[in-house]
């Protein structure tokens, strides 16, 4: 039995109403309780929380999934308060007991205090910019991918804990062009391909898509 909780950090403000990550989010918990094998926790952060239930989440799960837009190259507000109120409540709590540095040599091991090793990530994220914004020479992100650029501080944050990442899916142009169908059909290939050795037939899928 794998234990899986998804955090949904699509924060309602201004004029952003959350709605495609909270789409994801249900999607999720929707495609694991559709599975033997699976047990399934969710939290989103526009709902009350206690932060020390939100640390047992961490310790219980096997696998965390982030579900998040990305505001001005950053985490929302929201988001980031949760995790900093959350991973607070996880020290010497199961999720780090601290940096990994002794008095005697602190120059080194930095980092390595985590306390969730053999847990994985898995990081979806979503983006008004467009895909060739991370790939086209010259263009805003001068060729930087999104884990290895804007998210670098993210996955060393779970670094920290201990955790290994699973690959990332990002969501491109959600706001100009978006194609919320084949984005949610791409999510769910890439659930199989992570979690299930046997993926569905093509019909399967987008039967399971029309129920979203």
């Known amino acids: ?29 929707n495609y694991f309780a559709e599975k033997e094998g699976f047990e399934i926790r969710s939290t989103d952060i526009n709902d009350n929380y206690d932060p020390m239930q939100e640390a047992e989440n961490y310790k219980w799960a096997d696998v965390i999934i982030y579900h ?6 950053q985490l929302p507000n929201g988001f980031k308060k949760y995790i900093d109120e959350v991973f607070t409540a996880g020290y010497n709590n199961g999720i780090y007991r601290s ?5 005697e040599n602190p120059a080194i091991n930095y980092g390595t205090g985590g306390l969730m090793h053999g847990k994985k990530y898995l990081l979806t994220t979503s983006w008004n910019a467009p895909a060739t914004a991370f790939t086209l020479p010259g263009e805003f992100f001068n060729g930087h991918s999104v884990d290895e650029g804007p998210l670098f501080g993210f996955h060393r944050m779970n670094a920290f804990t201990g955790m290994q990442p699973l690959e990332s899916i990002h969501f491109y142009d959600v706001m100009k062009n978006a194609n919320i169908a084949q984005n949610l059909q791409h999510y769910q290939q890439h659930l199989n ?11 399967n899928l987008l039967n399971s898509l029309t129920e979203v």
Do not use: Y
């Open 193 to 203: 391909k992570l979690f299930i050795q046997n993926t569905p037939s093509h019909e």
């Open 1 to 29: 039995m794998k234990n899986i909780f998804v955090i949904n950090g699509g924060q309602i403000f201004a004029h952003s109403g959350g709605l495609f990550n909270k789409t994801l989010l249900d999607t999720t918990v």
């Open 99 to 103: 940096d990994g540095r002794t008095a």
């Open 68 to 73: 998040t837009p990305i505001w001005w190259f």
